[in-house]
């Protein structure tokens, strides 16, 4: 167990529908970052919130949004949903976001679009 | 992020002591090596960092080579739960961890008991 929690395990929509994944991080990590994992296109890395803040953006749509909340749980939206968005989404969090800090990862939430 | 290269696969047995490869030829002074490794079903998990010198932990071991043109993860005695995806990722120090990790295709581990 990371000590990194998402909800929900399994997510199945339409689309054109919208919603939102959680994720809690460690107790007292600072960074959150989102990843997507597809079949085709591998683990990929979308964003990474610091202490409430945006840090860095990766190859995230424009159509998917990310916040982190004071009390640094966050929470990636996704929108105008497609079949392609179908994918394993995974949260990550770290003590202070730098490079030498190990990245602890979530179970990951299941997105199915239909 | 400098690019890695690493086998697609590679079988080993259990209890028997399994060496990772990583190529990494144009690494630069400020990348660190990591390895995660991703089992069935699961989130990815770190396993180990390193800079320069050989490092050890519970899990694993790093063995870096002089040039840091390339590294090896060893794991001293496998069993049938490191049966996993590993992948070998540089991190500049510079960035500040202000991106995310760069997975790449990974060596697909597959342990025979």
């Known amino acids: 167990d990371s000590g990194v929690t998402q909800t929900p395990k399994h997510l199945i929509t339409a689309t054109g529908q919208r919603v939102t994944l959680r994720c809690s991080p460690r107790?007292?990590?600072?960074?959150v970052y989102w990843y997507q994992q597809s079949l085709d296109q591998g683990l990929q890395f979308l964003i990474q919130?610091?202490?409430?803040?945006?840090?860095a953006k990766g190859n995230i749509l424009e159509r998917f949004s990310a916040q982190q909340f004071p009390d640094l749980h966050s929470e990636l939206n996704l929108s105008s949903l497609e079949l392609g968005d179908s994918a394993l989404y995974f949260c990550?969090?770290?003590?202070?976001?730098?490079?030498?800090?190990?990245?602890?990862f979530g179970p990951g939430t299941r997105l199915t679009v239909l | 992020d400098a690019k890695t290269t690493q086998p697609n696969s590679m079988e080993s047995n259990e209890e028997e002591p399994v060496h990772l490869p990583c190529n990494h030829s144009?690494?630069?002074?400020?990348?660190?090596i990591h390895w995660y490794r991703q089992l069935p079903s699961q989130g990815p998990e770190y396993v180990i960092h390193?800079?320069?010198?050989?490092v050890n932990n519970r899990m694993a071991s790093l063995a870096i080579a002089e040039d840091r043109k390339s590294s090896t993860l060893i794991l001293h005695r496998a069993t049938l739960r490191d049966a996993a995806v590993y992948y070998c990722?540089?991190?500049?120090?510079w960035g500040g961890g202000a991106d995310g990790l760069t997975f790449g295709k990974g060596t697909h581990l597959i342990i025979q008991p």
């Open positions: 990722i540089l991190r500049d120090e």
């Open positions: 390193g800079l320069t010198s050989n």
């Open positions: 990550a969090s770290s003590v202070r976001g730098v490079t030498y800090n190990e990245q602890f």
């Open positions: 107790s007292g990590d600072l960074s």
């Open positions: 144009t690494i630069s002074g400020t990348d660190y």
């Open positions: 919130y610091y202490n409430g803040e945006e840090r």
